[in-house]
């Protein structure tokens, strides 16, 4: 069985702030996405980074995949009120569509 | 384009009862999967339907199936309901790009409670 740790769980920080989420496995994954989900609503997909070694940046959001590709880390440079949320990494292992989600960070962002 | 719909959004049930929740993807989508979200087990895979043939399925009990019709609708059945099975269940819709994880557009949910 293939699990996805997810850390901090909970995060609190002021605006402006700079973070970073982790998301560790004992196992090798094809592929590695990020999602935020709002309250009420499903995830939305952020990110998907394939190769080992990968960065993806998205405004202020980088995204690295391990070089081994079991982990991989989101880092939020300045963060704003709006990016309050649950974040969410989930591994791919090439078999259609079905994911393993990590337990989520809930990031809160005070202005 | 319209987004995933799920139906319906809110639901209660008594233990033993059965629920049926619907899921409509995203017009061309023919990928649809479920998942089950709990405040104590996160977002877990149930199972993965794919031109009408269930390609991947989780690690739940037999009482949590499905199906895919040919328009590409899918729904999801719980039998002999227990208080545990209490979630937001999610459907995801996705294109074809191989046999890999694409993007997948979830829908809002369908949040399950049951007495």
């Known amino acids: 069985t293939q699990l996805l740790e997810q850390s901090p769980q909970f995060l609190s920080i002021q605006e402006g702030e700079n973070l970073t989420v982790y998301c560790n496995s004992s196992?090798?994954?094809?592929?590695l996405q990020w999602y935020r989900q709002e309250p009420g609503e499903g995830p939305v997909l952020l990110v998907t980074?394939?190769?080992?070694?990968e960065v993806k940046k998205l405004k202020r959001l980088t995204f690295q995949f391990g070089d081994a590709r079991k982990d991989s880390s989101l880092h939020i440079t300045a963060a704003q009120p709006g990016d309050t949320g649950l974040y969410l990494c989930?591994?791919?292992?090439?078999?259609?569509?079905?994911?393993?989600f990590g337990g989520g960070t809930r990031l809160m962002v005070k202005p | 384009k319209a987004g995933v719909t799920q139906t319906p959004r809110y639901l209660i049930k008594t233990r033993g009862q059965q629920v049926t929740l619907s899921c409509s993807p995203i017009?061309?989508?023919?990928?649809v999967s479920w998942y089950q979200q709990t405040p104590g087990q996160g977002l877990q895979f149930l199972f993965e339907y794919f031109s009408e043939t269930q390609r991947n399925k989780g690690n739940f009990p037999g009482r949590f199936s499905g199906r895919q019709f040919s328009n590409s609708r899918s729904e999801m059945n719980v039998s002999t309901l227990e208080l545990g099975d209490s979630a937001l269940y999610l459907c995801a819709s996705a294109g074809t790009r191989g046999y890999s994880a694409g993007e997948l557009f979830f829908g809002e949910g369908s949040r399950l409670t049951v007495l």
């Open positions: 989930a591994g791919g292992d090439g078999a259609g569509n079905m994911l393993t």
């Open positions: 196992s090798v994954f094809s592929s």
């Open positions: 017009s061309g989508h023919r990928s």
């Open positions: 980074v394939v190769t080992g070694g």
